[in-house]
């Protein structure tokens, strides 16, 4: 993005106890899908973002309630930062037919339209042009919706990738492009799936499209930079990506550590973790006396309160009926009785 872009879009230090709470939040959740994973009452695989946090919180703090929201595989951070409903969520993830799904879907496939979280997919890639097609609509409708759209380094391999870039650039679609940079694609670093001269910035700028770049760990950077993207595609600028740096602690899928494997070194992953970004915000909060134990402790046991009683309303919730195989499928038609 030009200099003439760049917008005074730092985060007022009164909002940032919010922004460390939905972090804390998204981080607390997961742990708890993590520490109960092994019930085996979650049969869907889960793919954490727990390192990640900073990334759909401040980019998501940064959009409007009426911008949309999409995400690949690794979707519950960026569907409870989009507001998505946690109770539909979880129980999403049991199967059951109070899922957001009805139960059908499992973690990859989240929506909240009411938030608007406007869907999930775990094919690698495949809702960027999706989100492409929403922005593309608003765009039609004169909605002045903006749609966002998470994924990770290794979607930006993919062919629906380039084909959106081309696409969002020639329309200068109001579309927000945000790679989740984490390094690896579960046990692929790049340099075994990129050559070494491969620059995203080259191919986003090469089509058009603004680039920027960040610190995905630092959740007032990604909210600054997230706004000064939003204010670019809302002058009419046309698309832009956003690239942040981060990365995942736990293993690809699922709730386990897994540097024993080897695909990646101990040292990297501890140096990550001092760079945590509920950490750092914490931290910060602190120095500018805006935090103490007693909110911590406050925040945690209001999260666990609500947690506890989204696994309750799942745990009790009814399966899917049978008929509702057929339901809501790409290729209908046909319904099972
Ligand atoms: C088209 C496609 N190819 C392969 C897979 C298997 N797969 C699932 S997640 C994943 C890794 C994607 O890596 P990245 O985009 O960097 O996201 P991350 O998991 O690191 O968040 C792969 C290869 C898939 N789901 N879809
Ligand atoms: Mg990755």
Redesign the pocket.
């Known amino acids: 993005m030009s200099a003439s872009d760049s917008h005074n879009s730092a985060l007022p230090a009164a909002d940032l106890p919010a922004l460390y709470g939905a972090m804390r939040r998204i981080r607390r959740i997961e742990e708890a899908i993590a520490a109960r994973y092994g019930e085996q009452q979650m049969r869907c695989p889960v793919?954490l973002s727990i390192g990640q946090e900073a990334v759909p919180v401040g980019v998501c703090a940064a959009l409007g309630p009426e911008d949309a929201v999409m995400s690949?595989?690794?979707s519950h951070a960026p569907y409870l930062a989009k507001g998505g409903n946690l109770a539909g969520m979880i129980a999403e993830i049991h199967g059951k037919a109070s899922g957001v799904a009805g139960g059908k879907g499992g973690s990859m496939h989240l929506v909240d339209e009411g938030a608007g979280f406007l869907g999930s997919a775990?094919?690698?890639?495949s809702t960027i042009p999706i989100a492409a097609g929403v922005a593309f609509s608003s765009r039609m409708q004169g909605q002045g919706r903006i749609c966002a759209v998470f994924?990770?380094?290794?979607?930006t391999e993919?062919g629906a990738f380039t084909e959106t870039l081309n696409l969002a650039a020639l329309h200068r679609l109001p579309l927000l492009l945000v790679c989740?940079n984490?390094l690896?694609?579960?046990y692929s670093p790049l340099d075994v799936r990129q050559p070494p001269q491969r620059s995203l910035q080259r191919i986003v700028e090469g089509h058009g499209v603004a680039y920027a770049h960040g610190d995905g760990n630092d959740v007032e950077a990604v909210y600054a930079i997230a706004g000064e993207a939003l204010a670019h595609i809302r002058g009419g600028g046309g698309p832009v990506l956003l690239e942040f740096d981060t990365y995942?602690w736990r293993e690809?899928c699922g709730p386990n550590y897994d540097n024993d494997l080897g695909y990646r070194t101990v040292e990297e992953f501890e140096a990550w973790k001092a760079r945590c970004p509920l950490r750092r915000a914490r931290e910060r909060l602190e120095r500018l006396g805006l935090w103490d134990e007693k909110r911590e402790n406050e925040l945690c046991a209001a999260i666990d309160a609500e947690t506890e009683a989204a696994f309750a309303a799942a745990a009790a919730a009814p399966w899917p009926e049978r008929q509702a195989v057929m339901r809501d499928i790409f290729a209908s038609g046909r319904t099972e009785t």
């Open positions: 793919h690949g595989h690794r775990p094919i690698v890639g994924f990770g380094d290794g979607a993919t989740e984490n690896y694609s579960v995942r690809h």
